[in-house]
């Protein structure tokens, strides 16, 4: 069956003939031109067959066919008239910048629709694949699906708006994924099936409405298969343990990266039109109005980036979006201050911003508890993982501390006691964020072996727990790390338990260490008093045995010292005859005298 359009390969007429390209027609449509593409196709195969327990494939063929027969007498871009020669017409970007028609775009889109509904049809039809020849007319109609789709992506980048582009360049990748699939080049369709769900989750994400919101994630979900077998194929994963694709391929995929320009280029201007739309915001129990532009502005991208944080799935991501919140919110922030300097002397003006001041100021440090809360999250469950008390205790025990400045900040805030339930709420938090620190405080001690101190910590975890949760179950912010009495309570006493246990049996271990050690030093006093000669009787406060030869007393005895005092030695002194030692002495020899001088004086 010969195609109508071929894009891959645009001819011109040859001959002169009457050519609708060449006509400027008022068609009330104007550039850039809006499409759903998933709304229009979707819609249109539940209609025709495909909604079936058995799809009917042909059924839709049909129907497409004849959708191009009425769109091209419509839109006046038939290739030949009757009684006359045919003529192959190019549909181009200046046939639609000539002729602004929505129609062109759909034209084309059931090309590829037919072509691929073919193709399906074909192979649905040779269920026992025996015969090659369907398998390869089945697979040329596919190759001729991709090039209308790749035709009709080309032409929505110059003559459609954003998401339209996005929409026709997320169908021609998931068509090219298929036939990659189909030729079992499993790396080049994983890349195909990741951009395409990259796109439709995040026109989910922006979507106006809940219908188109879940037709996305609808379509997203049929093209998580084909990612899961790509990757089994490829690398012999395990099918049911994948990653997010638009995060994991990134890296090796560089069209995700030009891909995700474009994405944030579409939130960008949704969230613009979001913010034309939000006048006021309310908080503590006021609304106050917003009349800068870019002050609401940063207020609609930071909420949709809080959106974008719980979409991800890397903590890594979590943490590099809240960044861009912080700063979002900082910069409003900034903005405020320099609103409050213009108008001095307009109290109500001024007090207007000063609560518009503490509202972003509460919601930035919303944000960086909510940050923090998110890396202890991630530490606890690395802990959990590993099944034993680990050295991140500490880096735990930091997290909740700023967790509780930023709390605390918060509770000074002016205006927030006019909200009666969000001060309660607020001190919930501060005694359960204090008893999961005591907690995490005791493991600390449990790891230095300070059973006592950490035995003590429990019990006060106990008691700041009881008080956070007198009205029931309380989740931390945002729903990351579960509170529940159930887990702290469960907690608590486990560890107290394993505290009083540890006491208990070191103090056994001390008592039997301190037994030993004194019999040991009964043992050697006996072995050094034996070995030093001293007979039983020398001995007879020492426990032991004396052997085979007992050793009753040492003979003859040995000398003992005694006191003496001085007065004996001088009585006893005249009876004393001492003996003569004069023969020892040197016999005296006679001096002989010194001659003298002069006048005997010298």
Not at 72 to 93: E, P
Not at 342 to 363: C, I, M
Request: aromatic share 6%; charged share 30%.
């Amino acid at each position: 069956m010969t195609e109508s359009i071929n894009p891959a390969t645009p001819t011109t007429p040859t001959t002169p003939v009457e050519n609708p390209t060449n006509l400027k027609v008022e068609t009330g449509q104007t550039l850039p031109l809006s499409l759903d593409v998933l709304i229009k196709t979707k819609e249109k195969q539940f209609q025709n067959g495909l909604r079936l327990q058995i799809p009917a494939y042909n059924r839709y063929r049909t129907y497409c066919a004849g959708r191009l027969r009425r769109l091209r007498k419509k839109v006046d871009f038939r290739h030949s008239k009757r009684n006359t020669k045919f003529q192959k017409l190019t549909l181009d970007a200046e046939v639609i910048k000539n002729r602004p028609d929505v129609r062109f775009l759909i034209l084309v889109l059931f090309q590829a629709e037919r072509a691929w509904a073919d193709a399906m049809h074909l192979k649905q039809s040779n269920t026992d694949k025996q015969d090659p020849r369907v398998k390869i007319h089945s697979l040329k109609r596919l190759v001729k699906a991709v090039q209308h789709a790749q035709h009709l992506e080309r032409l929505c980048k110059e003559v459609a708006d954003d998401t339209t582009q996005l929409e026709s360049q997320a169908y021609s990748s998931q068509l090219q994924g298929n036939l990659l699939l189909e030729k079992e080049q499993y790396a080049d369709a994983l890349k195909q099936f990741s951009s395409a769900k990259t796109i439709y989750s995040s026109l989910g994400d922006i979507a106006s409405t809940n219908a188109r919101k879940e037709l996305y994630a609808q379509r997203a979900n049929e093209i998580e298969p084909n990612i899961r077998f790509c990757k089994h194929s490829t690398r012999g994963d395990d099918v049911d343990s994948y990653a997010d694709a638009d995060e994991n391929t990134e890296a090796t995929n560089p069209a995700l990266v030009l891909l995700r320009g474009k994405l944030d280029a579409v939130r960008e201007n949704a969230r613009a039109r979001q913010a034309l739309t939000m006048q006021s915001v309310e908080w503590a129990g006021r609304t106050v109005p917003v009349e800068n532009d870019k002050i609401r502005i940063m207020i609609v991208n930071a909420r949709g980036m809080r959106k974008d944080a719980d979409a991800s799935r890397t903590l890594e991501s979590k943490l590099r979006t809240f960044d861009k919140i912080l700063i979002a919110y900082n910069d409003a922030i900034k903005l405020v201050k320099d609103e409050i300097r213009k108008v001095q002397g307009n109290d109500k003006a001024v007090a207007n911003l000063r609560y518009l001041h503490a509202y972003l100021t509460f919601s930035m440090l919303n944000g960086t508890a909510e940050r923090n809360v998110r890396m202890i999250g991630n530490l606890i469950s690395k802990q959990d993982a590993r099944k034993k008390k680990t050295n991140q205790s500490a880096e735990i025990v930091r997290l909740y501390e700023s967790v509780l400045l930023n709390i605390e900040d918060m509770q000074q805030l002016p205006g927030i006691d006019d909200d009666e339930s969000l001060c309660q709420l607020l001190e919930k938090y501060v005694f359960a964020f204090k008893s999961q620190k005591c907690i995490y405080l005791a493991q600390g001690y449990e790891q230095a072996e300070k059973w006592r101190e950490a035995y003590a910590l429990y019990e006060r975890a106990g008691t700041l727990s009881q008080k956070s949760t007198d009205q029931g179950d309380l989740i931390a912010l945002h729903d990351q790390v579960a509170l529940s009495r159930a887990s702290t309570v469960q907690a608590i006493a486990r560890g107290k338990l394993s505290c009083h246990a540890q006491q208990v049996l070191s103090e056994q271990s001390k008592q039997q260490q301190d037994g030993h050690d004194s019999k040991q030093q009964q043992q050697q006093q006996h072995k050094e008093e034996t070995s030093a000669g001293r007979g039983l009787l020398d001995r007879l406060g020492v426990y032991g045995t004396t052997g085979s030869k007992p050793h009753l007393i040492s003979f003859p005895p040995e000398f003992e010292i005694i006191p003496a005092k001085p007065v004996f030695f001088d009585i006893a002194s005249n009876e004393i005859s001492y003996p003569d030692v004069s023969s020892r002495l040197e016999e005296s020899k006679p001096q002989e005298e010194k001659k003298k001088g002069w006048f005997g004086l010298w």
